[in-house]
């Protein structure tokens, strides 16, 4: 289990939006096989009665209130944007389903 | 050769699951405290946080969670003592933080039920459509494709992305899945939304306009041979917009699914869209390939425990059901069930009540809202509470009209002036000279003129012949401009003409 | 004028024998003549730093009541978001990007008249204990310009034992802070998670990262803790409580009575002889100075660095997710007829490093379904464990001391071909991380075989950072006793220019 091969490295490339050369998929594919095996070590000690810690602390219910506040100008909010168009951001064709 | 309806529920069992969304109306965003007006210019309600721009953090807002409890509780939820947010992680441009913050394992609400009434054809039949879980999560952008097809995603050459919306709170009420409606499967599908959207309605947590897509419905339907156990293949009609849709999309996709598998052919599992003009649904992305959302809890907020005194102080000032509440109304009012469904149908039934519950007579307020200002709305296309008349405008006229300062003439005359703007039914009397005349001289000159320009007529009324007596009220009321009362011209004239009782 | 801590120079501003703009200008010409060699710096905002020091100067003029550290030049880590500046997190995919906003711990500085030289390099998003991971190049200890000043915060740690700034911020999430501190010989803290905000940090891993203070002495970063700490409605996950009082406890340096637990698995096996040296060393002077010294034992220690390496990546594969060429930040291959998804793609691949693409890959593999309870959630148990052995221990004594770091500084290039090989180095400031809690590095002196500086750390219970402060001061100026002088005075001049 502690090994990925190219191919699984390709489809996580994918699902992380980069894109990878051959070379780059399989040198990360025999590095993730050493790195897989340091890690998997967590398995020894995580049993089943062990809690999992997503946050260090013991907080709860922090809320703020339903109040407005004020926002970016247009010209701030768009100040960043790599293309732009009649106030909103231009980004290439989306493929895939139709909001 | 297609099928018919009859064929399809004949031979399959329809199974449903219903996601249905709604846009939270508080006054600022899920996780920041951008506006959330409706239709402000592009990116003019957006910061760091909804942009996600690196380093903002997000924020809960109270009032949306409130909001959430008050949903669950409605629908007869347990509210969990502890819930959390999770990032569900997918890229897509609309989504500026690519993660949306849903719920996920943990959500706040769990357990439902919504009891929905329809008419079968053994008479009022109750179907209990139990809901999975409630949960908080946020809206995205909205996109505009430019080039290709008029906006169609498809051959589009590039998009413009508008993130106003981003960030709006929503909240998600999904129902396990809902077997052993059969043939009432579209109705029953329809009953449920609408029953849900007056829920919401009545609890005041969102604004529920379907067409303005503050509540969206997503249907899930499957067919599977009458008998069988296992479940069909589903598939998912995303955003359906309207009451009528919802019965339509899920007619359309049990017939679409017969077909398919009468021919032997499978259904495959994805989103479609349903298109308004057809009734059909267009095929979406295929979720063959599941996606990996790869969801864990979101690490910049903390969990999410709402304590017993709160949830119960929410639990007690929850209103009336609404089906409860309408049942009480009908009998208060005592109104036959036709007319009942009637201002259902219409929409009418809040402001009657609100008309009622400032003096007026129900069965007046009713007659008004159901008959002159639907009509007057469905003339001009819109909805009846886009129209400017009020309910209290409403009961002003009725009690203007039970005094005899109004007859139900001028106070037609009345409405159309406050609908098109001139103001209160006050100020629109004062503006038109408004008023009925009941100087009883001044109705007499009038019937002696007519009686004199029509003397014939006269004479056989003075003959005993009462029904030519309408020409003669005619007559004098545009003598008067209508504003006579016409009971008391009738009285006058019969009695100037010697028929008095 | 330099070489004088921040609060001398602070205390100088005070009596008027010095003026902000004069000590902005000197360390601005400091920068000038070493950062070629030392490159600790990505941007110098010289004019907006000199403005900055007039206006400070103007209201000193003006009799205002000023904050303890007003006047006194800073050099922020280049992950921390400042309005109109060029912030690039030391990353390509956010080259050019001026934020239209400031971090709260920005606001704080300025409210509290810091004024802020420019901004530090660093391993690109925080990833890396070299610097090396830089996209803008590598950082240069100033002890040994062929050495690495330590990561991910070496631009920081760098500039202060280069003298380029009295003071600077870090942020740690691994030890990025005390790391660099201690293979610089200078002070980083790493404040109980919530104790400074997040807002305006751009988030490596969200449950991990916490900024804190990097400075020459204990007590300089004591002010500077005191002046970024505090609430914030911005943070959810920021601590709504009073800000310890850490300043009062790097005055006073009274560890009497104190009772100090060394971490037997912390100490040992894999640590450089000379680190170990300088450790006893430590030790026997803070027995002198009235602390008791005892062993704690923390058994699951020893799986940090597993789950670190599980819980970071998969946090931040979802935190970085938000740099896809759309809003801001590069964007590659956007011709006629590209996808938006194809230019996510590429974009994401030109602009990320491979240290960074490492990360995320391994954190969407730890995160996907099927993967999930194995790595990540097995990763947030061993998280429990941890925490579980901090609180056993430290129902035995009031801090825990380790060596920082298990050697010296290495040479650059030296270990970037090993991810693991670089992964040890955060061995010991891991678990500090993983349960939320304070940590301290502070020099302890050079290591014999090598001549370079060896770090101290000190770990306190949450909320009780002023614990490491009076520990840190105490060691100090014992230190400082047996030395004679600050130990950067041993550091190698700079040739400059």
């Known amino acids: 289990m502690s090994s990925l091969s190219r191919d699984d490295v390709a489809h996580l490339a994918r699902l992380a939006r980069i894109e990878m050369s051959e070379a780059e998929l399989v040198s990360l594919s025999s590095e993730f096989t050493v790195i897989l095996d340091a890690v998997a070590r967590v398995q020894e000690v995580a049993g089943a009665d062990v809690e999992p810690t997503s946050h260090p602390l013991p907080l709860r219910n922090v809320f703020r209130p339903d109040v407005v506040l004020p926002s970016l100008t247009t010209e701030q909010a768009l100040s960043g944007a790599p293309s732009q168009e009649e106030s909103r951001f231009r980004v290439p064709q989306i493929l895939g389903e139709e909001a | 050769m297609a099928l018919t309806y009859d064929d399809v529920i004949a031979k399959y069992e329809p199974v449903l699951g219903l996601e249905v969304h709604v846009e939270l109306n508080t006054k600022s965003k899920m996780f920041c405290g951008c506006t959330t007006v409706f239709g402000g210019e592009p990116n003019t309600q957006t910061c760091p946080v909804c942009l996600a721009l690196p380093g903002a953090l997000p924020t809960v807002n109270e009032k949306a969670i409130e909001s959430t409890i008050k949903i669950g509780l409605a629908l007869n939820c347990s509210i969990a003592p502890f819930s959390r947010f999770a990032r569900k992680n997918y890229f897509y441009p609309d989504m500026p933080k690519n993660f949306q913050i849903s719920q996920y394992d943990e959500p706040i609400c769990i357990n439902g039920y919504v009891d929905v009434e329809i008419d079968t054809d053994e008479g009022p039949k109750v179907f209990r459509i139990e809901i999975e879980r409630v949960h908080m999560e946020e809206d995205t952008g909205k996109s505009l494709h430019v080039g290709g097809a008029t906006g169609r995603i498809h051959g589009a050459e590039y998009s413009l992305l508008d993130y106003n919306r981003a960030g709006i709170p929503l909240v998600e009420i999904v129902t396990k899945i809902v077997p052993g409606t059969g043939k009432y499967a579209p109705e029953v599908a329809k009953a449920y939304v609408a029953e849900l959207r007056d829920i919401l309605r009545s609890l005041g947590v969102s604004d529920v306009k379907m067409e303005q897509g503050s509540l969206r419905c997503d249907a899930n339907v499957s067919l599977r041979l009458i008998g069988a156990e296992t479940l069909g293949t589903r598939s998912e009609t995303k955003n359906v917009n309207s009451l009528r849709s919802v019965e339509r999309a899920i007619r359309g996709e049990m017939i679409r699914h017969a077909e398919l598998l009468n021919k032997g052919e499978r259904v495959v599992q994805e989103t479609r869209h349903f298109q308004e003009d057809s009734g059909l649904t267009r095929s979406g992305r295929s979720k063959e390939q599941a996606e990996d959302y790869r969801y864990f809890p979101e690490p910049d907020l903390v969990p999410v425990a709402p304590d017993a005194t709160w949830i119960e102080s929410l639990r007690a000032g929850l209103p009336e059901r609404p089906s409860i509440h309408r049942k009480r109304l009908q009998e208060a009012w005592a109104v036959p069930d036709k007319e009942m469904a009637a201002m259902i149908n219409a929409d009418v039934l809040n402001i009657v009540e609100a008309t009622v519950n400032l003096g007026a007579d129900p069965t007046k307020a009713r007659s008004w809202w159901l008959g002159e200002i639907s009509r007057i709305a469905h003339d001009k296309d819109v909805a009846i509470t886009d129209l400017t008349i009020t309910p209290s405008d409403v009961a002003e006229i009725v009690a203007l009209v039970n005094t005899g300062e109004l007859t139900d003439k001028l106070a037609r005359q009345v409405i159309a002036g406050v609908i098109a703007g001139e103001g209160e039914p006050a100020a629109v009397i004062a503006a038109r000279g408004i008023k009925v005349v009941n100087d009883d001289g001044a109705l007499m000159a009038a019937i002696e003129k007519v009686c004199g320009e029509q003397p014939e007529t006269a004479e056989k009324i003075r003959n005993g012949h009462l029904p030519a007596a309408g020409a003669l009220i005619g007559a004098v009321m545009k003598e008067t401009q209508g504003q006579a009362d016409a009971a008391r011209v009738r009285a006058l004239l019969l009695s100037h003409l010697g028929q008095g009782e | ?220 970063a004591a002010l500077l803790h005191e002046a970024i700490a505090g609430y914030d409605p911005k943070d959810s996950t920021s601590i709504n409580a009073p800000v310890p009082q850490v300043v009062k406890a790097a005055k006073s340096g009274d560890v009497k009575g104190m009772k100090i637990g060394v971490v037997k698995e912390l100490n040992g096996e894999g640590y450089q002889s000379g680190v170990r040296i300088r450790f006893e060393e430590s030790l026997e002077l803070l027995a002198a100075a009235g602390a008791e010294i005892i062993e704690v034992s923390a058994p699951n220690f020893e799986y940090a660095l597993a789950a670190y390496y599980l819980i970071a990546p998969s946090e931040c594969s979802s935190n970085l997710a938000r740099f896809d060429a759309m809003r801001y930040g590069l964007r590659v291959g956007d011709v006629d007829g590209a996808s938006a998804e194809s230019v996510m793609n590429q974009t994401r691949e030109v602009g990320f490093g491979r240290e960074v693409k490492r990360r995320i890959i391994l954190g969407t593999y730890a995160l996907s379904s099927g993967y999930y309870d194995a790595y990540y959630g097995s990763a947030q148990k061993v998280r429990t464990l941890i925490t579980q052995d901090f609180n056993k221990a430290f129902e035995k004594c009031d801090v825990m001391v380790s060596p920082t770091c298990p050697t010296t500084a290495f040479k650059i290039g030296e270990k970037s071909n090993d991810p693991i090989a670089m992964y040890l180095n955060d061995i010991a400031t891991i678990p500090v991380n993983m349960a939320g809690i304070g940590g301290m590095s502070l020099p302890s002196g050079l290591a014999p075989e090598d001549g370079l500086p060896v770090g101290f750390q000190i770990m306190a219970p949450a909320m009780q950072d002023q614990r490491m402060y009076l520990v840190g001061a105490a060691l100090e100026a014992a230190l400082l006793t047996k030395w004679g002088a600050p130990l950067l005075s041993q550091a190698p001049a700079l040739a400059g220019k």
Not at chain 3, 108 to 129: P, Q, R, W
């Open chain 3, 1 to 220: 004028m330099i070489y004088l801590s921040a609060a001398h120079m602070a205390a100088k501003l005070a009596a008027g024998e010095t003026t902000s703009v004069a000590l902005t200008q000197s360390h601005l010409d400091r920068i000038e003549a070493v950062d070629a060699d030392v490159h600790a710096f990505l941007f110098v905002d010289s004019q907006g730093a000199l403005a900055q020091a007039a206006a400070v100067d103007a209201k000193r003029a003006a009799g205002e009541k000023l904050s303890p550290l007003a006047g006194v030049p800073l050099a922020l880590k280049d992950v921390m978001v400042q309005k109109g500046v060029p912030t690039t997190a030391g990353s390509k995919i956010l080259e050019g990007w001026r934020p239209p906003y400031d971090s709260t711990l920005v606001v704080h500085l300025k409210k509290n008249d810091i004024v802020i030289l420019g901004k530090t390099n660093m391993d690109e998003f925080a990833m890396g204990s070299s610097t090396e991971n830089s996209a803008y190049g590598p950082t240069h200890n100033p002890w040994d310009l062929t050495r690495i000043p330590g990561g991910s915060g070496g631009g920081s740690s760098a500039a202060l034992a280069a003298f380029e700034a009295p003071l600077a911020i870090g942020t740690d999430t691994g030890g990025s802070i005390r790391q660099p501190a201690a293979v610089t010989g200078t002070v980083g803290v790493k404040p109980t998670y919530g104790g400074v905000s997040r807002f305006g940090l751009i988030a490596f891993s969200s449950s991990l990262d916490q900024a804190g203070p990097c400075a020459r002495t204990v007590l300089d």
